[in-house]
């Protein structure tokens, strides 16, 4: 028996439709893209999303469903506009900020999702940056370490940047610099002419009159000083805060850091 044509182009279409009915039933047909961010393979964090797979094409809300972030927090970090800040796709960031003097992008809501999680992160060669919101939410939220609290307050939107700390490994680059060493001491603070301190200075509280060789002296070594300061050690005789505030910078995101290393002495 032969089937003409316009019979054979109803069948095609009738088993075509027939097919795309049985799989959407079968839950096999979705007309949405997955969006699934890769996973990490080993570490504390296996198997949790990498937020260094985020694209631009994601929209806030499915970075706020996927990773776990109240969809507040993403619209105050990110002063996303209008009242549906689930809608807004990341690629439109560089489009709002635009008139900055650095770039506010998909690569900045990757850093902000990684350590408001906790989740092992690498900065690529190019620097990322965060609205100052974001890094208040994080100083606020999340738990960050000495190094990632100098890099984030120091790579806020408008702020001028500090010597930069290298993230990918946070350890200071190899410079051929003299190691300083501790001078003895006893007790707090500068000893005088008549064996008493000149004025108390408490372990591990940089204040306006701590110096490089006290922290020295608390046991910091210089290698983990460099690593907050983000170069060579200077003379270690200058006052930490006169030497931070001579370069323009903030001392109070230095000062946090700082203190931070004598908290993880053993």
Do not use: C
């Amino acid at each position: 028996m032969k089937i003409s044509t316009r019979v054979m182009a109803i069948l095609v279409f009738a088993l075509l439709v027939g097919g795309i009915g049985l799989s959407i039933a079968l839950g096999a047909w979705s007309t949405k893209s997955e969006k699934i961010p890769a996973t990490y393979g080993e570490g504390e964090a296996a198997g949790e999303y990498n937020p260094a797979d985020i694209r631009g094409s994601y929209t806030f809300g499915e970075v706020s469903s996927l990773f776990e972030i109240p969809i507040e927090d993403l619209r105050t970090a990110f002063r996303l506009p209008g009242g549906n800040p689930e809608a807004v796709a990341l690629k439109e960031l560089e489009g709002l900020y635009g008139d900055l003097n650095v770039e506010i992008g998909t690569s900045s809501v990757r850093l902000f999702t990684a350590l408001y999680r906790g989740l092992p992160y690498t900065v690529g060669t190019e620097d990322t940056w965060l609205l100052p919101e974001a890094v208040a939410l994080l100083r606020e939220k999340a738990q960050l370490s000495p190094e990632w609290v100098v890099y984030v307050e120091s790579h806020m939107a408008g702020l001028t940047p500090v010597p930069q700390v290298s993230m990918s490994t946070l350890t200071p680059e190899s410079n051929p610099t003299p190691t300083m060493t501790p001078t003895p001491r006893k007790g707090s603070g500068t000893p005088s002419a008549s064996g008493t301190p000149d004025h108390t200075k408490e372990s591990g509280k940089v204040t306006g009159q701590t110096t490089f060789q006290d922290m020295l002296d608390w046991g910091i070594s210089q290698e983990a000083i460099e690593q907050v300061i983000g170069e060579s050690l200077p003379d270690v005789g200058l006052v930490i805060k006169d030497w931070i505030t001579s370069k323009g910078l903030t001392f109070s995101s230095y000062k946090t850091a700082l203190e931070g290393l004598y908290t993880q002495l053993p």
